[in-house]
């Protein structure tokens, strides 16, 4: 059985290792050991998870549809509204058909790094026994909790890039570009990070391959080659992303900034004030999704441990961190410290402390919270200024900037010696390096992950942009834009005045 999520350090390794150990000691035993009873889910980490997806779920709806409206116009208040309740019910009804399959199955041959397959579309042999291991060996969860947690993260990430696009964008093109763009980038990208091989499949492979010998060693190397080739390419190539910080923040940002280069800039743009119609909504939304991120991140561990209370932890150190630097590095700059600057700073922590939440320290999460937020808010300020760019709710600026931080910091901070959890090269995980670090090894792993997705979705988002400009058009007619798409493409208004 092989299973998809974020891979706790040193893990698997570990696991070869005890094998190792416990199969020259059933050399000895004479008679063949009993099967092993079925596992069965523990009831705390069962309900864990399913609160983790509520939390999430909240994250998008209400909490980034009323963070990105309270950043628009008030004339496009319940456009944004709509696009992002819209997106989030899509992409739920496409998970259960078959992007859960898509994403977190075997693809079967050479697609099994690159792609799952269709075993499990319509919910095919998924029912409440089914079950999907943890990051512990003998822990299961029901496979129904492990799904639905997984796709609030597939409802929320497409979710994230209509922010760079908003207030110009037609509704129906905003959900022809959600569907494709779900097929073609998110499940293939998640896919890659977070398909790995059942921790007790290892295992057991190891301790068979330790207990042959003559011409069983071979068949048993052969086995232990086919479970643990079972995995995403940029898994398999020892890249670590806890939470998201490539599948959904740089995944995103980069699909977003795309959107933007290529709808264009809003009409008015650089001439007229487009401030934020309602800050009040904006901190709502904000507090919404901090809050929520703590099943984002604590979450992506799959059971209730130590290990889900350092994610919790890390979570909350950076997002302060992150709000204060924000805050005070713009007060220093400006002269006035603002809600909307320490609202999005606590995002960009949010944001960058993702891909590291189980693996970094709490002291290194803070560290990571504190660097991001000057970068990003370079990003969302000078560096559009300058190239003049129309990202309308910064999503380029922070969640892909955020994302880059956090997914690159994770390579630095998994580091042992500075509080991190310590990781293993899962390239070569069958050896007896369990626990190891090495920087360069691990950071050549952090950038191919990177720039794998920014490649993928970049250049995948952009063809689907031009297709749909063409079928059916990106943007509405000026005289729409001007009005406001609350009426021209809903026919209502978020307020009646």
């Not at 069962?46 to 963070?67: D, E, Q, R």
């Amino acid at each position: 059985m092989t299973f998809a999520h974020p891979v706790r350090a040193g893990l698997i390794a570990a696991a070869v290792g005890l094998a190792a150990i416990v199969g020259f000691a059933d050399m000895a035993l004479a008679q063949a050991p009993a099967a092993a009873p079925a596992l069965v889910p523990n009831k705390g980490d069962t309900a864990w998870m399913l609160i983790c997806a509520a939390l999430v779920l909240m994250m998008s709806v209400p909490g980034l549809a009323l963070f990105y409206g309270g950043l628009v116009r008030a004339k496009n208040m319940a456009s944004i509204l709509t696009q992002v309740f819209a997106i989030v019910s899509l992409a739920g009804v496409i998970w259960v058909l078959f992007g859960y399959s898509l994403a977190f199955t075997d693809g079967g041959g050479a697609l099994t790094p690159y792609i799952g397959g269709l075993g499990k579309a319509l919910l095919h042999g998924v029912d409440a026994n089914s079950t999907v291991p943890t990051f512990s060996n003998g822990v299961v969860i029901p496979e129904f909790a492990y799904l639905v947690f997984q796709m609030t993260f597939a409802m929320i990430t497409p979710a994230l890039i209509v922010g760079a696009f908003a207030e110009r964008i037609k509704f129906a093109a905003v959900m022809s570009f959600v569907l494709l763009w779900l097929v073609g980038v998110y499940f293939p990208i998640a896919h890659w990070v977070w398909f790995i091989p059942a921790p007790d499949d290892v295992a057991a492979a190891a301790k068979a391959l330790a207990a042959a010998d003559g011409a069983a060693k071979t068949a048993a190397q052969a086995k232990l080659d086919e479970v643990t080739s079972g995995a995403g390419w940029l898994a398999a190539s020892g890249a670590l992303d806890f939470a998201g910080g490539t599948v959904v923040h740089i995944n995103a940002g980069i699909a977003g900034l795309v959107g933007a280069l290529i709808i264009g800039k809003r009409v008015g743009y650089g001439k007229d004030l487009m401030p934020p119609h309602s800050l009040t909504m904006t901190m709502i939304g904000a507090s919404l999704l901090w809050v929520g991120w703590f099943g984002f991140n604590a979450g992506s561990n799959l059971e209730a441990n130590g290990t889900t209370a350092l994610a919790f932890v890390n979570t909350m150190v950076a997002t302060a961190g992150a709000a204060l630097s924000w805050l005070l590095t713009e007060w220093a700059h400006k002269g006035k410290p603002s809600l909307l600057g320490i609202c999005s700073g606590a995002v960009a922590g949010l944001v960058a402390v993702t891909p590291a939440a189980g693996f970094a320290g709490p002291i290194g999460a803070l560290v990571l919270g504190l660097i991001v937020s000057p970068v990003c808010l370079f990003f969302v300020s000078t560096v559009k200024n300058t190239f003049r760019y129309d990202d309308a709710l910064d999503v380029f600026g922070i969640h892909c900037v955020g994302g880059i931080i956090g997914a690159l910091g994770t390579g630095i901070l998994v580091n042992p010696a500075l509080g991190g959890v310590g990781i293993t090269d899962y390239a070569n995980f069958a050896g007896n390096n369990a626990g190891t670090y090495d920087f360069a090894t691990q950071m050549l792993a952090q950038g191919k992950a990177v720039l794998a997705t920014l490649v993928w979705s970049g250049i995948g988002s952009a063809i689907l942009f031009k297709v749909i400009d063409l079928v059916i058009g990106l943007r509405p007619s000026v005289d729409a834009e001007r009005e406001g798409l609350d009426i021209t493409d809903h026919g209502e208004r978020a307020y009646n005045m």
